[in-house]
């Protein structure tokens, strides 16, 4: 049981140049989410998705696409990578208990655009 | 809009017992978290509270909601070197699938 597993750890793009980050959970979890943390701004919600099948904006998608391949997967695309999106994503997951919904997170990728 | 604001920085002694805070802007959050992050990791949920609640402890830890004020604090006990860590506030926003982290307070333990 892996939990959130995350490719890559580490990417430097320069500015223009597009890629794909990844996230699976093995959690049979119902609800991911793709957040970026940037120091003394803790972590803002790009994208997430309730179920399989929908996604929906957080606070700062612009710039940014997702796609939920299946129930595991969620992945987030940078199609014109610019200097601002330089930070670390996370990937988090969340199950759909009565009770707490905890979320889990990914180890997250550092990304640095040049 | 939605908002979870806490302060940036707290420094406490070891031993001594650290408070920290946040304020919260949904009146329908249903939960309330408080997450750890360690330098280089991803985040940890540390304790949780719902609702309606007022106040829970677990060993060390003690949170406390003010659900008029929208008022959330952690407390944690003989703070310890190992607490050295971000400690992030977040609230459930509209349907439970979303979820607002505030920025973080970064706590220091002075010898």
């Known amino acids: 049981n892996a939990g959130v597993t995350q490719t890559p750890k580490f990417q430097v793009l320069k500015t223009g140049q597009s890629m794909t980050l990844q996230c699976a959970q093995d959690m049979n979890h119902n609800s991911m989410y793709w957040y970026r943390q940037d120091p003394g701004m803790g972590l803002r919600l790009i994208y997430y998705?309730?179920?399989?099948?929908?996604?929906d904006k957080g606070e700062v998608p612009n710039g940014y696409n997702v796609s939920r391949l299946n129930k595991r997967e969620f992945s987030l695309r940078l199609e014109s990578a610019a200097p601002s999106q330089t930070s670390v994503y996370f990937c988090?997951?969340?199950?759909?208990?009565?009770?707490?919904?905890?979320?889990?997170f990914g180890p997250g990728t550092r990304l640095t655009v040049l | 809009g939605e908002d979870v604001e806490q302060s940036l920085f707290l420094s406490v002694r070891e031993g001594d017992s650290s408070v920290i805070n946040c304020t919260y802007t949904d009146s329908s959050s249903t939960y309330l978290y408080w997450y750890k992050q360690e330098p280089g990791a991803g985040l940890q949920l540390l304790t949780y509270?719902?609702?309606?609640?007022d106040m829970k402890q677990d060993q060390r830890l003690t949170v406390l909601l003010n659900k008029k004020d929208k008022h959330l604090s952690l407390r944690i006990a003989d703070t310890q070197t190992g607490d050295s860590a971000i400690y992030f506030c977040a609230e459930t926003v509209g349907s439970a699938s979303k979820i607002i982290f505030g920025s973080g307070t970064r706590l220091s333990i002075r010898p």
């Open positions: 988090a997951s969340r199950g759909d208990f009565p009770g707490l919904d905890e979320q889990f």
């Open positions: 998705s309730a179920s399989e099948g929908t996604t």
């Open positions: 509270i719902f609702s309606n609640m």
